[in-house]
């Protein structure tokens, strides 16, 4: 079965701007999950760990519940997007 990557092998073309830009606020794995659940996302820092590394494909929910836990707009999650295609 043939499935999307991006140009580097990733599954996503955001994990490695969620990574820069939790990283700038001083945000752990686990504390980021835990922002997400209280928004009534139920996910673990292994999620975010995959999302970063590009393991894991992403939604459009899941941009959208990293985009408001963040406090970034959507098209400061796609910067770069479409360097990466």
């Keep these: 079965m043939f499935k999307i990557k991006a140009a580097d092998g990733s ?8 990574r820069e830009i939790r990283k700038e606020q001083g945000l752990s794995q686990r504390r980021l999950a835990a922002k997400m659940q209280l928004l009534g996302f139920d ?12 393991e894991r494909f992403l ?22 997007a479409q360097e990466r295609l």
């Design 59 to 80: 939604t459009d929910i899941d941009l959208v519940i990293f985009s408001r836990a963040l406090g970034v707009s959507l098209p400061d999650l796609m910067a770069e």
């Design 11 to 18: 599954n996503n073309l955001c994990g490695k701007r969620i």
């Design 43 to 54: 996910v673990d820092h292994y999620f975010i760990r995959r999302a970063e590394n590009g």
